[in-house]
């Protein structure tokens, strides 16, 4: 027997084990979703009426510019959208083994539960990632352009961004026991985090607790710089551009990308520790 992560006969323990364990239930979660179509499909539908149904109405009302396309503007909020609704939907698996009792006998693997957690978010992540990539692919129809340089952004933040999701998703299902307890709390979660996050209008000119709300909500620091990028590669006129992103500030501190990248990474670092925390002591 070792305890250096080094095989011993068909016995591995240490940092071995633990990667395997990770990457176990990493494919699990990339198995359950390529087999289930249906999945993929309805999770592109509702961004896609968003954007094109919804969009394209509010274009016809919206005065900001001649000739602007209000579905630019709402582009990267419905990239967000997917990538958030369906990371915090692949959380939903863990009330399922749970129910069904596959979740003991992960429980009991020899590996520490952390390296099950750190999997089944890194499975969500990827999952997530591919469908905001699917999103992506739009973009043309909505006058955004494939620049490399904004694509490769738009994905860097789209992993950061399910990265968190998945992690509150599962700290939610770290605490519930039953799939339509978890369903009606995932709404309760999810919708308000959608459309506290100025996907679908601009924070300038908000009253203050409309604007204090989406300042709270993790999801407004992820659709804030992707809009920066994928302005800084469409032609709008300065005013219009500085009215429809105007940043996120808190007090008279205004926050950089960077600075909300940063947020991201804390609060999924936050989520995934109270959710390792909790199936701890989980028997």
């Known amino acids: 027997m070792t305890t250096t992560g080094i095989s011993t006969g068909t016995v591995t323990t240490g940092w071995p084990l633990e990667l395997r364990g990770i990457r176990v239930v990493w494919e699990r979660e990339l198995i359950r979703f390529a087999r289930n179509r249906l999945r993929i499909l309805t999770s592109l539908a509702q961004p896609v009426l968003f954007l094109f149904v919804l969009g394209t109405g509010l274009t016809r009302l919206t005065t900001a510019t001649p000739g602007f396309d209000f579905r630019t503007f709402m582009f990267p909020g419905i990239v967000a959208m997917t990538v958030m609704f369906t990371s915090i939907f692949s959380a939903m698996s863990i009330v399922w083994d749970r129910e069904f009792g596959f979740l003991r006998e ?94 679908m209008f601009p924070s300038s000119g908000l009253p203050t607790w409309l604007a204090v709300l989406t300042k709270i909500d993790p999801l407004t620091y992820a659709v804030d710089p992707m809009r920066r990028m994928v302005f800084h ?30 947020i991201i990474a804390v609060v999924a670092a936050a989520a995934l520790a109270g959710a390792i925390a909790r199936f701890s002591r989980t028997e």
Not at 235 to 261: C, D, K, M, Q
Request: with cysteine.
């Open 106 to 199: 992960m429980l009991v693997a020899p590996c520490s539960r952390a390296s099950l957690l750190i999997g089944k978010v890194l499975g969500g992540t990827t999952v997530a990632t591919v469908q905001g990539l699917l999103m992506l692919a739009f973009a043309g129809a909505v006058r955004v352009p494939y620049s490399p340089r904004l694509l490769l952004g738009l994905v860097g933040i789209m992993v950061l961004t399910a990265i968190m999701i998945t992690s509150i998703g599962v700290l939610l299902a770290s605490a519930i026991t039953q799939m339509e307890a978890f369903q009606a709390v995932l709404q309760f979660v999810a919708m308000p985090m959608f459309f506290l996050s100025g996907a």
């Open 233 to 262: 590669h469409v032609t709008v006129p300065a005013e219009v551009a500085g009215r429809l992103t105007p940043g996120i500030s808190w007090g008279s501190v205004a926050l950089g990308t960077g600075t909300e990248l940063l």
